[in-house]
């Protein structure tokens, strides 16, 4: 009898296990968008408010890496918001180029130059800045109650370059910028030749700025050594030393961070000094 229990106890659980749903956040969508200069396809996840309203217009939040920055992103936001600790907004989330593998589609689409040296396919950051600021843009605004005027970019190693390229190269295409663990490195440190560029042109840059780095993000290898805590503190010093009236920028250091561990702590922490109530 006891073995019999055990049996239908086991059955029970089996038939439990396999009916079970696979988790979805809550108040999430997804779209596959076309670019339609490309024709390269991409995946949006969405993340609403809990108690999203059509009477609203909301900030955005687009992701790059969605893979991993969605819902890390997406998660930590919830009780800052919950709690009116922080102000309600809605997260966007853009996949890898859905033709190809995810390293080989952020490579290209995430790097503003292609090194003579390298033998991957590199710089088409103009072409997907193209995309995002026109066919994601539209998307999003068109199907949801958003504010343009409050639109925020977040982007870990790769994707932090291409959020500094394009402070650097269309800054009106966000008023917020949280680039965590840049790989500033990237073509013989390409990012400072342009920031020098843009202040030789230009006498403003209107933006928020949050740079963050891992305090262990020392990267060496044979007869290399890529320092990302020096080099954020280099672009920040560089940018604040011009003096920009209507540029607000810190540079954070997460402690006892590597490369691998830092992006969730600089992510919610660049978010809350951008939309956090203390009050």
């Known amino acids: 009898m006891i073995l019999m229990k055990i049996v239908v106890a086991c059955t029970m659980f089996a038939c439990a296990v396999a009916s079970a749903s696979p988790y979805q956040m809550p108040n999430t969508e997804s779209k596959i968008l076309r670019d339609e200069n490309t024709k390269r396809e991409y995946e949006l996840y ?7 309203s059509e009477n609203v217009n909301y900030p955005v939040i687009y992701l790059t890496d969605s893979w991993y920055t969605f819902p890390v992103v997406a998660g930590s936001v919830q009780v800052p918001m919950a709690t009116e600790k922080m102000q309600e907004v809605i997260v966007v989330g853009i996949s890898r180029d859905l033709s190809m593998d995810r390293d080989t ?10 090194p003579k040296n390298w033998k991957r396919k590199s710089g088409e950051a103009d072409l997907y800045h193209r995309f995002i600021s026109n066919d994601v843009f539209n998307y999003i605004d068109s199907t949801y109650s958003t504010d343009k005027n409050q639109r925020t970019y977040v982007g870990v190693s790769l994707g932090g370059l291409w959020g500094a390229y394009v402070l650097l190269t269309y800054p009106d295409t966000f008023e917020n910028y949280v680039l965590a663990s840049p790989a500033l490195w990237f073509d013989d440190e390409y990012i400072f030749r342009l920031e020098q560029e843009y202040a030789k042109a230009n006498s403003d840059l209107k933006a928020n700025v949050y740079l963050s780095v891992g305090s262990l993000e020392v990267l060496k290898g044979e007869g290399f050594t890529l320092d990302m805590v020096i080099d954020s503190r280099r672009l920040y010093e560089a940018l604040k030393s011009r003096q920009y009236e209507n540029l607000t920028i810190k540079n954070a250091v997460v402690d006892s961070a590597n490369h691998e561990t830092a992006f969730p702590a600089s992510s919610i922490m660049g978010l809350y000094w951008l939309f956090g109530n203390d009050s």
């Open 46 to 52: 969405i993340k609403l408010p809990e108690d999203y």
């Open 105 to 114: 589609s952020r490579l290209r689409d995430y790097t503003p130059t292609s």
